[in-house]
């Protein structure tokens, strides 16, 4: 008789790290020499060996509030033990109304309402679905073009590939959806090399735009998709007046903007959102990551009113909307959620990190003439630093320098092909921002 894998698995199986497939992970190196966290707190990662690592990368952009902190672990806890689970479709639970008014109430104008998911990548092809079925709704249903930008990252879904503008992701993965364009990325290195904050030159290149609306014609376009500050690419600020002409030119043509802020929300640019920062109010906002502070999977999309208006119609019976999630507003992400904004509110965070921007660009800015720095990126609480290549081996130094940080520096950064981002915890303090930029010196000394 065949002995069942779970029995043999409760018995022998020792902890091989070969069935896990790793995402956005070079798997075979990992595995070679494993970078392994077993717990954290507050600014720190530690190691199963008892290495005590400083959080360079808030997680994965996510951890705004510190990790592990007590009053968030304590609201998961309680709910898990209240309430597991309620339906999302035709039943719900308070605190999804409650968290959705707590989230509307940080956003700008008339963006008062939330459709929860449970990713950025879910958020992102909700915004498109909804910018869709909205033209729709108003009998514009020749409205499904999609405009993204070069070097977008909106995710891994179907729609987030496709108006993304990463090459690698989007090669293997065959025609994705179909009538997408994109707008010219924002970075010029000639322009805009060693820049703190906003570069002044750029703002123009919104008018392609223009260009995008004669080629397709606005009665076909639906919605534009930017990141105010293209993060996951390298950190890439908007050039001063950019996101204001993109507002304009899709108030003129009946498109709507959509910003993704899945790590610009939550206090990474200073402001609770960055159109915030802007002055800015788009049509959706796009959020996930900070609103857990990366402890609960939760994303979401916030809407104006007008657009949520435009679906209450017709029979009250019937769906307005057919899209949705199982664990759309999750309890335990809610739970987190409310926890997590009262941190933000009660610490004052998004002030703090505005506070902390110009010692935080002050000591990234310090790192320029070190072997093949190309260019330094600072903006809100985080930055991105350009290594040269090496010939030959694009992302190797970069690859080379995280690991490093991680095995011999005790610092968690994270290595974008040849580019190191940083977007530390919203906790930093001044002393650790020198910690991280002293490591990130010596780093890039060692990778030279
Ligand atoms: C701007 C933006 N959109 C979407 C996503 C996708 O989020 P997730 O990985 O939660 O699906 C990310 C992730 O980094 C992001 O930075």
């Known amino acids: ?32 020499r494993p970078r392994l966290v077993v717990r954290a707190k507050d ?27 007590d009053p968030i672990v304590a609201a998961i806890q309680r709910q898990a033990a209240e309430l597991d689970y309620a339906p999302a479709f035709q039943f719900s639970h308070p605190k999804a109304f409650e968290l959705a008014s707590r989230v509307a109430s ?18 992102v092809d ?7 079925a909205f033209h729709n709704v108003r009998g514009n249903a020749a409205r499904v073009r999609l405009i993204g930008r070069e070097r977008g990252y909106h995710g891994v879904g179907f729609g987030g590939i496709a108006v993304g503008g990463i090459v690698g992701n989007r090669k293997m993965f065959g025609a994705l959806i179909a009538g997408v364009d994109h707008l010219p990325t924002t ?30 014609d606005a009665s076909t376009i639906a919605a534009v998709i930017v990141e105010p500050v293209a993060a996951s690419t390298g950190v890439l600020p908007p050039p001063k007046g950019y996101l204001q002409r993109l507002r304009a030119i899709c108030d003129k043509h009946g498109i709507l903007l959509i910003f993704d802020e899945v790590i610009t929300g939550f206090g990474r640019l200073g402001y609770a959102f ?23 999977p939760m994303g979401g999309v916030l809407v104006r009113k007008g657009i949520y208006d435009a679906f209450m119609r017709g029979p009250e019976h019937v769906i307005e909307l057919f899209h949705g999630y199982t664990y759309s507003a999750h309890p335990l992400a809610c739970a987190a959620g ?59 130094r970069g690859f080379e320098a ?47």
């Open 338 to 396: 409310l926890a997590t904004l009262d941190l933000y509110r009660d610490e004052n965070l998004f002030e703090r990190a505005r506070k902390l921007e110009a010692p935080w660009a002050q000591a990234a800015m310090s790192l320029k003439g070190l072997p093949n720095v190309l260019d330094i990126r600072p903006v809100g609480l985080t930055v991105g630093i350009d290594l040269a290549s090496k010939p030959d081996a694009v992302g190797k």
């Open 274 to 296: 960055a159109a915030e920062r802007y002055g800015v109010i788009p049509d959706m906002i796009t959020f996930a990551k900070g609103v857990t502070s990366g402890s609960v």
């Open 43 to 69: 600014m720190h990662y530690f190691t199963a060996e008892g290495r005590k690592l400083i959080d360079g990368s808030a997680g994965l952009w996510c951890t705004n509030a510190g990790h592990n902190r």
């Open 106 to 123: 940080l956003a700008p104008g008339d963006l008062d309402h939330v459709f929860f998911c449970n990713s950025g990548s879910e958020a």
């Open 126 to 132: 909700t915004a498109l679905k909804i910018a869709l």
């Open 402 to 448: 995280m690991e490093l940080a991680f095995h011999e520096q005790d610092l968690m950064i994270r290595g974008v092909g040849d580019t190191l981002a940083l977007s530390p915890p919203l906790i930093v303090s001044e002393s650790q921002i020198g910690e991280i930029f002293d490591k990130v010196g010596k780093i890039i000394k060692a990778v030279a």
């Open 187 to 216: 970075y010029n290195r000639a322009e805009q090399a060693f820049t703190v904050g906003e570069p002044e030159w750029g703002g123009h290149l919104a008018e392609a735009l223009e260009g995008l609306v004669a080629l397709h």
């Open 1 to 32: 008789m065949a002995t069942s894998k779970a029995s043999v698995a409760t018995a022998t199986v020792p902890n091989d790290l070969e069935p896990y497939w790793m995402p956005f992970t070079a798997n075979r190196a990992f595995k070679a």
